[in-house]
């Protein structure tokens, strides 16, 4: 009957500790920077993370099903708070997860942007690369994604339509 529940399960106590394992796990992922997890927010890979040992350690049975279920839903319940918190309050977005960062402007690199992103013009020109791109006339930005992502915007080849809408950079950092 302990692997269900027991008495001596501190519930409150994994609840506090869910909650300040995905405030630092978010913090520690925004110290480090972008690149470190591609593909992730700060917010998803804290909260991937936690999930993950959550359920790791309840079917390892050092924890009982209970325990982890509560852990779980403690979780679930924050990210909820932070997804409701994000809606009625943009701002709060830019404390758990970094804006997009641009690396190029035009034909020019942004070297501080790209030592602050802890990326190598070396990884740049390969994504570049892998955009098809032969020639640095031919951007028009290169964006560091809020997932660590790279984007290669193009210049149009259309004459008529040649400049890149405000929208599309509307939330960039041209500065780290």
Partial sequence: MDWIYSLNDPLWETVAGS????VVIIILTRIIGLRSFAKF???DFAFTIAIGSI???TLTSSTSVIHGSVAISGLLFL?????T???KFPSFSSIISNKPLLLMKGETILHDNLKHARIQKS???AKLREANVLNFNQIEAVVLESTGDISVLHKSSDASDTKLSDVILEDVRERP
């Fill in 85 to 87: 918190l994000q809606k």
């Fill in 79 to 83: 990210t909820y708070i932070f997804s």
């Fill in 19 to 22: 909650l300040i394992l995905f």
């Fill in 123 to 125: 990884q740049l020109i």
């Fill in 41 to 43: 927010t700060a917010y």
């Fill in 55 to 57: 359920i790791s350690s």
